[in-house]
DNA sequence: TCTGGGGTCCTAGGACCC
DNA sequence: TCTGGGGTCCTAGGACCC
C-alpha cells in the first residue's frame, strides 16, 4: 500500500551565473563577485547576479554595475558570458532528465519545473540536488508543490541548497499574510491597481470578489489573479521543447544617440545581427518591432507587419526606420532594440509555452491539479 | 543610484467584411 | 431612418519574468 501522487517540483540553481564563473576560478571562492555587462562598472549596465558574499553588501540582480561598486569597491567583476552559462546549463537540465520517472520542462537558463510521481517528494527532491552536485558541482534548491505556482514559489524558501513544500495544506499558513507582490506573476504595477479595491495580501487576493477582478482586469487576467491567490494552477509539467516566437537584439549606448544618421546605422547594425538569429531557425520576420529608450528614461515599442516574409536585413532596418522617424521625438537615445517575429512553424506552435512567466496561458495549458481546492485558512 | 538584454502574453479599440 | 452583431486582422500599449 503506497501513497504515490503527482508532484511538482521546481529546481532552480543556487546564484547561477556566479557559480558558475568561480567553478572555472576557484581563487574566486569566498569573495565578492559581481557578473554584468561587460565587467566594467563605469559602464552603463547592470547586475546579472550577485554571489551570496557580493549580496550581503547589499548587491542586488538589476542594479545599476556602477551602484554595485559603490557598495562593495573591492568585488571582483566579470563579464557575462553566456555561451559559458548555456554550456553548465544544459549539463543541468541532462541530469534532470536522467532522473527516474521526471518529465522536465525548462524555464530558463537556471532553473526547470519536474514533474514526477513519488510517494516521497521531499527525497526525491533531496536525490536531485545530489545528483545535480555530482555531476555539476553545482548547488541548487528545489520547491516541492502540488501545483505549478506553489513549487515555484516553493523554492524561494528553501534557498540555498534546501528543499520546501508548499501545498493547498500550508498555503495560507505560509503566504496569506504576505503582499500580492509575493506572487509568481504580480508586479508592483498590478500590485497596485489590486490594492486600490483593498486586496493587499495573498489572502485579500484569494477573497477578492470575482466581479470585481474581472471588471479591473478583464475576463481572462481578473479570474487568473484570483487563482493565483489561493495558489491554484496547473500541475501538469508539459516537456514540449520551447519554439522561439521572435528574436530581438538590443544596445545601450555609452553615449546618447542624437543624429538621425547614427540612429540609423545603428538599426542596421542591429537588423543584421536579427537576421542571423532568425536565419538559424529558418523562419522568416514576418513583423517587426522597434524599441527605443529616450534619454533620461522613456521606452516605447512599436510594431509593423510586413507584406511579405523576409530574411533582408534592409527590410528589416528600413522598416525600423521607419518606425522611429514616426515616433517624430527628438530626445536623445540611450537603447535601440530590433525584434522580429518569426513565421510560426508549421502547424503552428505547439503548445502555447512560456518561458520566464507564470502567465494565464501557462495556466491553461493543463487543468489536471488546477481544482480550487484549499485548505480552510487559519 | 539610475536603471541590460533576452523573451512572452494580454487588453482595447479601430478597420473591414459579411 | 436608423442601426444589427459576429469575426478577423492590425496597431498601440501595458505588464511580467529570468
Redesign the pocket.
Known sequence: MTDERPWVLHVDLDQFIAAVEILRRPELAGLPVVV??RGDPTE???V?TASYEAREFGIR????L??AV?KCPDAVFLP?DAPAYEEASAAVMGVLRGMPGAVVEV?????AFVGVTTEDPVAYANSIRTAVFEATSLHCSVGVGDTKVRA?IATDFGKPQGVYRLTRDNWFEVMGARPT?A?????????A?LASHGYRTVEDLADADEAVLVAE??????P?YGRLGRGVSSATVDDTP???????????YQTNLTEPQEISAALRELAG?VVE?IRAEQRPCI?VFLKV?FA??FT??????LAEPTYDPDVIAATAVA?FT?LEDERPV??L?V?A?MVPPEGG?DS???????????Q?SGTAGATDDVAPKP
Do not use: C
Open positions: 554584468g555587462g552603463r549596465a547592470v546579472s540582480s538589476g542594479m545599476p556602477k551602484t559603490r557575462v524555464l530558463g537558463w537556471d532553473e515555484k507582490t506572487l509568481w506573476g504580480v508586479g508592483t504595477r498590478i500590485a491597481r482586469f478583464g475576463p481572462t487576467m481578473g487568473h520551447w519554439v522561439a516566437r521572435a528574436h530581438g537584439r538590443e544596445t545601450t545581427q538569429d513583423r529608450r533620461p528614461f516605447v515599442n512599436r510594431g509593423r507587419k518606425l514616426a540611450r537603447l532594440g525584434r517575429e506552435y502555447p509555452r512560456s518561458t520566464g512567466r507564470g502567465g494565464p496561458s501557462a491553461r
